[in-house]
């Protein structure tokens, strides 16, 4: 017997079952979407295992604390800011 393909939640938030029926083509690995936002960090239990926290809940319940894994559409998904560090030449001197 197959799934039945299930309509996406409202608003494209993630929903258990949706990264693995979704088939999705060119998303990160792992946490798909969650390692790059802005709003989501990885959290380490005591016993070694790992869950993406996602920042969003603690404002809007629509959003999962703890999202089913990997996510690959989010209405709330933010880009990371990305910081370049150059290093300058040295100043030479006399």
Do not use: I
């Amino acid at each position: 017997m197959g799934s039945a393909a299930r309509p996406s939640q409202a608003g494209g938030l993630p929903r258990a079952g949706d990264a693995a029926e979704s088939g999705a083509v060119g998303a990160q690995p792992g946490a798909g979407l969650c390692e790059s936002c802005e709003h989501a960090r990885c959290v380490r239990s005591a016993r070694g295992s790992s869950f993406w926290l996602c920042g969003l809940h603690e404002r809007d319940a629509r959003f999962a604390k703890y999202p089913p894994l990997p996510v690959h559409t989010c209405a709330g998904h933010a880009p990371k800011a990305v910081t370049t560090v150059t290093n300058p030449e040295p100043e030479k001197t006399p």
